[in-house]
């Protein structure tokens, strides 16, 4: 499987970026897909995700009502969505692949496939 991550960049607060991660290799619409992102000097942590069958979605509560997830089993590919960015919303970005449980959808540790990273920047 490879994870594509793309759409990264330099934004002003309170700008908007999309990420886009497509998958190859798979039958995407079987799993389920999320977003992470890590800081320099901390762990990586969960943003988002989206479930394989039905779409329901999750987000971490510091992004909830900016960020939206959102896929396209057609393409391939799921989509992240940052309204309103801030400061602290820099990092890089990782798109993950896996099949969990909900209640293990925010864990790094049950993603089985990542891409390699988008760089979002926002200044002031």
């Known amino acids: 499987v490879q994870l594509q991550a793309s759409g990264g960049g330099l934004v002003q607060a309170g700008g908007s970026l999309r990420l886009s991660c497509a998958a190859s290799?798979?039958?995407?619409?079987?799993?389920?897909m999320g977003w992470f992102r890590q800081a320099p000097g901390k762990e990586r942590e969960f943003v988002a995700a989206i479930r394989r069958s039905g779409g329901s979605t999750y987000y971490s509560d510091s992004v909830k009502g900016r960020f939206t997830i959102s896929k396209d089993n057609a393409k391939d590919t799921v989509y992240l969505q940052m309204n309103s960015l801030k400061l602290e919303d820099t990092a890089v970005y990782f798109c993950g692949l896996t099949r969990t449980v909900l209640s293990a959808i925010r864990r790094p540790d049950q993603y089985y496939y990542w891409g390699q990273g988008t760089q979002v920047t926002v200044s002031s």
């Open positions: 290799g798979r039958t995407f619409s079987s799993y389920d």
